[in-house]
């Protein structure tokens, strides 16, 4: 069955970089792309980007431009998402979710909370 | 970018009782539309695709209506388990959108 398993809970200070995975299971990881979608206490959903696991294109969200990088390694099927300059603002959980470009999600990880706080 | 406004944010039904939830988007949206059921601590399910179709394994006490703008989530002879935070998301464009969520609680 397909899994997408993502790392523990981080806590970081404003100004450090988080560095996120999500390793996935149950089918081929080079077929489909990751999402990336967080969503701050109290807020809805914010869809960050995305990666294609086949060759590595990505499109991210412009509001998040030049301070995310997500990659992929396709030995160990898993996808990472980084974002960097980390603002109280940035608090939130982040979810990883297969999809292909232009569809939806379909499986979604479990979330990993990342809090930024001095 | 597609704004997407869901409604209710907070619903109670009785176990039986059928509901809807709204999401109607800014511009048209064909039938790019997808909704998800999220639980407490597990990830989202997929629900419904393409607006109207149901995902393989979903219950078919779930359905999807509506085209261009204006979707709706139905869930008729609601049972306990579906306790769930329900949103929508819009795939025609980027950046791809979502709803504010509906929390529905089962009395």
């Known amino acids: 069955q397909v899994q997408l398993v993502q790392s523990g809970a981080e806590v970081k200070k404003p100004g450090a970089s988080v560095k996120v995975s999500c390793k996935a299971s149950?089918?081929?990881?080079?077929?489909?792309?990751i999402s990336w979608v967080r969503q701050a206490p109290g807020q809805g959903l914010e869809w960050m980007g995305w990666?294609?696991?086949?060759?590595?294109?990505?499109n991210y969200a412009q509001k998040l431009q030049g301070r995310v990088t997500m990659t992929t390694d396709t030995s160990t099927s898993t996808a990472y998402m980084e974002l960097r300059s980390l603002r109280s603002d940035d608090t939130a959980v982040y979810y990883c979710?297969?999809?292909?470009?232009?569809?939806?999600?379909?499986?979604w990880g479990q979330g990993t909370l990342v809090t930024v706080s001095s | 970018e597609t704004t997407l406004t869901q409604s209710p944010a907070f619903m109670s039904a009785t176990p039986g009782d059928k509901v809807n939830i709204s999401c109607k988007a800014s511009?048209?949206?064909?039938?790019?539309m997808n909704w998800y059921q999220q639980k407490p601590g597990e990830a989202a399910i997929f629900i419904i695709q393409?607006?109207?179709t149901l995902v393989p394994g979903i219950p078919p006490r779930f359905s999807g209506s509506g085209y261009g703008t204006d979707f709706t989530l139905t869930i008729n002879n609601i049972e306990s388990e579906d306790a769930a935070y329900y949103f929508c998301?819009?795939?025609?464009?980027?950046?791809?959108?979502f709803g504010q969520g509906t929390k529905l609680e089962i009395k």
């Open positions: 979710a297969r999809g292909r470009y232009s569809y939806g999600p379909d499986y």
């Open positions: 149950g089918y081929t990881f080079t077929s489909y792309g």
């Open positions: 990666i294609s696991a086949y060759n590595g294109n990505t």
């Open positions: 511009q048209d949206i064909d039938d790019d």
């Open positions: 393409e607006a109207t």
């Open positions: 998301l819009q795939h025609d464009n980027f950046p791809h959108t």
